[in-house]
């Protein structure tokens, strides 16, 4: 019976879902085929505004206000569409609307609310002032300046956490492309079992990140994890080692940046890895040949051929890895323990999401969000640049 | 400049064998073009002798000294690819000092080079410029400038010409043979292309199957093919083939099948008495099948009928039926007969060449 009732809400979802997307294509319909028509207008402000009284009662009670405002909205739209669009390319628009209209539920509305935000000062103690009157105090750049001079956590600061992931960032995505560079370059040679390897290198990244991650982080438990078991051996079979200081180590509470890191690189090699094998299979072999009789050796083939043509593939790539691990909360969170964690593994996104979640500082933490995707912005803009010029050049 | 000598060159990829035994030397300042058929092995000839690929059996030796075990940069050869292999990322001038750059050689000496050869080459104005901002012709004309930059003791070019239109291949084709002219370096030439390797070679040698057909001079090969390969290959347009069965009526040699009865003169087979009973193959080239004009005044008129006539502009090609056979014969411009219509035709007997039937070897003088 379980069962039933899931599939039931399912189902009742989906069918939510369509009907939802129908009305909008209705909607959409209507403004484009009888734009011209003289009832037009007044069927359009007498019909929209309603229905979206309708549909909105049940999140607030209508209003005489909100009446005027949906038809204030319709009229913009519907002169929009008799002066502007004017039924054109209907069909084209018709079958993007449902694709816009998400994006801007998911995408738009979202950003649009959290640069208001960042404007305002959202908390723990003002959240009850915004529920009862719908007001949040005005407080113009003093979020961003908070940004940059308190610190988001208890001790850290902004400028500790940004080195911190530009570190964490560089030392990822350079062991990223150094370890699938080298396993692209072992999987491209002509080797027995090739398919097999290939498969196996891919699993980490095939795997859900989280099962991936948290196994990783029992195998760096202190006393149980594989790691520590490993190193103690080695400690007790090479006494000289131990002299030298190896030996099991608390990776969780001592080293949690250094563990996260580890972990994030072994996540993050296959993807590189079948990017750059990607690339090195479309070399031409004629150039390796020449090169040859050219005379130049392994490394210089590597550095004057390989590296030069993978390089269109490599770049775009990098620019992705560089992204995902600036903003990679995923590891960080699961490896140091959710909420209430040790600070010493955070990096931006992870403090922002505690001081959103943890410590309830909303409008701080959207100024915060819009500093850090102003931050990546400028990161992907240069490099994006960098391989336009590159381009230009070959 | 050098010499080059394949002794008994065998290639095999894993139970494939590609070459069987091939013995061909080649003298000091020679052009020399390989020739054959897709899949015949001249490409693996070649980057055997470059050191791309490795010797199964027998022995390449370069100036005498033995190559077997050399690494490719060190044998002093040089190879134009076939789809030019230019590095795509460095400019023409870098492509072309690549080399001599990777050696360390004097920056004066590398510049002198490279502005040697980009002169015989004509490519000073792009040397700054990029290989994608070449045309075909230009990519080329670099890939073999990268060649002459390093002064080798033999040219190696693999099909260079066939991934450039007709017209621009006449072109190179002269470039070539007027490089050749200037340079007069050994060259080794792989094409497919009969009419490149009728063009510009000094001596062909004509492979099939893994085993050399044929070596000699164009001319050679042409006259006096050593098989039906050979004489099926060389030529254009391909020479018509006729077999029969050769057999004495009275002094005479007859060549007879159920279409056709020839008298084959004696200066084409001597010692006419040992072929008596000899299954055989003639072939006949379509310039020596005389028609109309040509053929007035010849004995052993044979009948046909005109079936297609393609007009070259010039020449006239004419596929005759004779019976069951189809015969091509090209003769002057116009032949005003329309399709249909029946034609005499005969042969030149001094051109003719007699084949063995079982061995496909020439048996004519």
């Given at each position: ?7 039931y ?34 069927a359009?402000?007498?019909a929209?505004?309603l ?76 959240i ?32 500790a ?16 492309v ?21 498969t ?35 400690a ?9 200081g ?37 070399i031409s072999?004629?150039?390796y ?54 600070e010493?593994?955070?990096?931006l ?35 994006l ?6 381009k230009e050049?070959? | ?171 190179m ?11 007069n ?13 009728m ?6 040698v ?14 050679e ?34 060549f ?19 072929h ?18 040509d ?12 079936e ?58």
């Amino acid at each position: 019976m379980e069962i039933l009732r899931s599939l039931y809400e399912v189902v009742w979802f989906i069918v939510l879902i369509a009907l939802g997307v129908g009305a909008l294509e209705g909607y959409f319909y209507y403004h484009f085929k009888f734009h011209d028509r003289r009832w037009f207008f007044p069927a359009a402000l007498a019909a929209f505004p309603l229905a979206a009284l309708a549909v909105s009662a049940p999140l607030s009670a209508p209003s005489f206000a909100h009446w005027l405002w949906f038809l204030g909205a319709e009229a913009v739209v519907a002169a929009a569409f008799r002066w502007i669009v004017r039924g054109r390319h209907t069909l084209p628009y018709l079958l993007l609307a449902p694709a816009f209209v998400g994006l801007a539920l998911l995408l738009v509305y979202p950003f649009v609310f959290e640069f208001y935000l960042s404007f305002h000062d959202l908390k723990l103690t003002t959240i009850m002032m915004w529920k009862n009157t719908g007001r949040i105090p005005f407080v113009g750049l003093d979020q961003y300046i908070k940004v940059f001079t308190t610190s988001p956590l208890s001790e850290v600061t902004f400028w500790a956490l940004l080195g911190r992931t530009l570190l964490w960032t560089f030392t990822n995505v350079f062991f990223h492309v150094l370890g699938g560079f080298a396993l692209a370059l072992l999987l491209n040679n002509s080797i027995r079992f090739k398919g097999v390897y290939r498969t196996l290198l891919v699993i980490p990244w095939a795997m859900p990140q989280v099962v991936a991650v948290l196994a990783m982080r029992g195998e760096f438990h202190a006393t149980n994890g594989f790691v520590n078991i490993v190193l103690g051996k080695i400690a007790a079979a090479f006494p000289f080692l131990a002299h030298l200081g190896v030996g099991p180590v608390q990776w969780l509470s001592d080293w949690p940046l250094t563990t996260c890191t580890i972990i994030n690189i072994w996540l993050g090699i296959p993807f590189m890895m079948v990017v750059i094998l990607g690339g090195l299979q479309s070399i031409s072999s004629s150039y390796y040949d020449a090169a040859d009789i050219d005379g130049a050796t392994y490394f210089q083939k590597l550095r004057f051929i390989t590296l030069p043509l993978i390089r269109p593939v490599l770049m775009p790539a990098v620019t992705l890895g560089t992204v995902w691990t600036f903003n990679n909360i995923n590891v960080i969170y699961l490896v140091t323990g959710q909420a209430g964690g040790t600070e010493q593994a955070d990096i931006l996104v992870s403090a922002l999401y505690k001081a959103a979640f943890t410590y309830n500082r909303y409008s701080y933490s959207a100024a915060f969000a819009i500093v850090v995707f102003a931050l990546l912005f400028f990161i992907s803009v240069t490099y994006l640049h960098g391989f336009d010029a590159a381009k230009e050049e070959r | 400049m050098a010499s080059v000598q394949f002794k008994g060159i065998i290639k095999k990829f894993k139970d494939n064998t590609v070459l069987n035994g091939v013995d061909v030397d080649i003298k000091d300042h020679e052009f020399v073009v390989i020739v054959g058929p897709s899949g015949c092995g001249k490409t693996t000839l070649l980057r055997m002798l470059a050191g791309l690929e490795d010797v199964t059996g027998g022995d390449i030796l370069i100036d005498g000294l033995r190559v077997n075990d050399l690494h490719p940069s060190k044998r002093q050869i040089a190879m134009v690819f076939q789809d030019y292999a230019l590095y795509p990322h460095m400019t023409v001038e870098e492509n072309m000092s690549f080399a001599l750059r990777l050696r360390k050689t004097d920056k004066g000496e590398i510049d002198a080079r490279v502005s040697e050869a980009a002169s015989i080459l004509q490519l000073q104005k792009f040397l700054k410029r990029m290989p994608k901002q070449l045309s075909g012709g230009q990519r080329q004309r670099v890939a073999i400038g990268r060649a002459i930059v390093r002064k080798p003791k033999v040219f190696l070019f693999d099909e260079p010409l066939s991934n450039l239109d007709a017209k621009l291949r006449e072109e190179m084709r002269v470039e070539i043979a007027k490089l050749y002219q200037r340079l007069n370096a050994t060259i080794i030439y792989v094409t497919h292309d009969q009419v490149e390797a009728m063009t510009l070679a000094g001596r062909i040698v004509i492979m099939n199957k893994g085993i050399v057909q044929q070596v000699g001079s164009p001319i050679e090969v042409y006259r006096k093919p050593a098989n039906l390969f050979v004489a099926g290959f060389i030529g254009s347009p391909t020479m018509n083939f006729m077999h029969g069965r050769l057999s004495l009526e009275g002094e005479k040699l007859v060549f007879s099948n159920a279409d056709i009865k020839l008298t084959v003169p004696p200066y084409l087979l001597s010692d006419q008495k040992k072929h008596d009973g000899r299954e055989v193959t003639l072939g006949v080239r379509p310039d020596d099948v005389l028609v109309g004009r040509d053929g007035q005044d010849c004995s052993d008129k044979v009948d046909g009928v005109l079936e297609v006539c393609e007009l070259l502009g010039h020449r006239e090609n004419l596929y005759i039926n004779v019976g069951g056979m189809r015969l091509l014969a090209t003769v002057e411009a116009f032949f005003n007969r329309s399709p249909g219509s029946a034609v005499q035709l005969c042969f030149n007997y001094r051109n003719m060449h007699v084949f063995d039937k079982a061995t496909e070897k020439r048996i004519s003088d």
